[in-house]
């Protein structure tokens, strides 16, 4: 089955700075790989996403990037402010409806401003 | 996106008892869907995949017995721990997945229920 790791476990950074965050999976089969922040206490939500057709996507202060052949997967998040402060998760498995996705550990994040 | 519904958001109860947590796709339907649990500062671990009129699917080390789950309609699904104990106690999150269109395969999230047991 598919195992994802994440690393860093913690990572802090200055505001205003970029910060990363990488992940491997061990499933070459898998061909989604979201990435989801969490607030203490509340749901995980979607702030990210790449399919494997593509190497590298784009929303604003936020990019994601795939190495198929490396089996990576990197989240960045540039200028970083206060609110970014959470917990980070990355996860991997099929597009396809039904199948499941499996979590890395998570990245606490802290902005210091 | 699609939009899942869980309930209770918090629930304490006596050592023994049962509880049961609702998880309900709003906007859509929903023939599978997973029921993951995290402890604190812990990521979240896969423990069922519910499936819509047939018996779910349960990941290695999760005891069918003690965590029951059905999923008697397109949009429900329950999680019932049965004489839960304090080891029990966690935060049980149901998602589901986006069926169709330009979002197919995104996973979304219930509130979750925090479970603590006395």
């Known amino acids: 089955g598919e195992n994802v790791e994440q690393h860093p476990s913690t990572l802090s950074v200055q505001e205003g700075d970029s910060a990363v965050i990488k992940c491997t999976y061990s499933?070459?089969?898998?061909?989604?790989f979201p990435w989801y922040k969490q607030e203490l206490g509340k749901r995980p939500q979607l702030i990210i996403d790449?399919?494997?057709?593509?190497g590298e996507k784009k929303d604003q202060r936020i990019a994601v990037t795939l190495n198929k052949t490396a089996k990576h997967f990197s989240l960045h998040i540039t200028e970083t402010q206060p609110e970014d402060s959470a917990v980070y998760f990355c996860a991997a498995g099929p597009m396809e409806y039904g199948n499941k996705l499996v979590f890395g550990a998570g990245t606490i994040l802290r902005v210091k401003s | 996106g699609a939009v899942v519904s869980q309930h209770p958001s918090w629930v304490i109860c006596k050592s023994g008892t049962s509880v049961k947590i609702e998880c309900r796709s709003l906007?859509?339907?929903?023939?599978?869907m997973f029921w993951y649990r995290q402890f604190p500062k812990q990521s979240l671990m896969l423990m069922a995949t519910?499936?819509?009129?047939?018996?779910?699917?349960?990941e290695q080390g999760v005891e069918k017995d003690k965590f029951l789950i059905n999923h008697a309609s397109l949009t429900l699904s329950t999680l019932t721990v049965t004489s839960a104990h304090p080891e029990d106690s966690s935060f049980y999150i149901c998602?589901?997945?986006?069926?169709?269109?330009?979002?197919?395969?995104?996973?979304?999230f219930g509130e979750g229920s925090r479970l603590t047991v006395l």
């Open positions: 519910s499936n819509e009129g047939s018996k779910a699917t349960y």
């Open positions: 906007d859509f339907q929903a023939t599978t």
């Open positions: 499933d070459s089969a898998s061909n989604y």
């Open positions: 998602s589901a997945r986006e069926l169709a269109g330009e979002r197919t395969g995104e996973l979304f």
């Open positions: 790449i399919r494997s057709n593509v």
